[in-house]
């Protein structure tokens, strides 16, 4: 458990306030997010490869 989380548990959570219509959109925007970091951490890794690719053929 992380120092800033409370050891309370949340009756409700932001989303579950948010009215009906805006479900498609927040999948949407939910969706988008993991299309942003997975393409990060796999340019990520391909950095990562890259180095320590040439460190091992030295």
Known sequence: ????ESRRARSTRA?????????????????????QRRKAREQQEAI?????GLRANR
């Open 15 to 35: 989303w579950d306030e948010l009215p009906e219509v805006s479900a498609e959109l927040d999948r949407l925007v939910i969706l988008e997010s993991v299309r």
């Open 1 to 4: 458990m992380a120092i800033f």
């Open 48 to 52: 990562h490869h890259a180095l320590f």
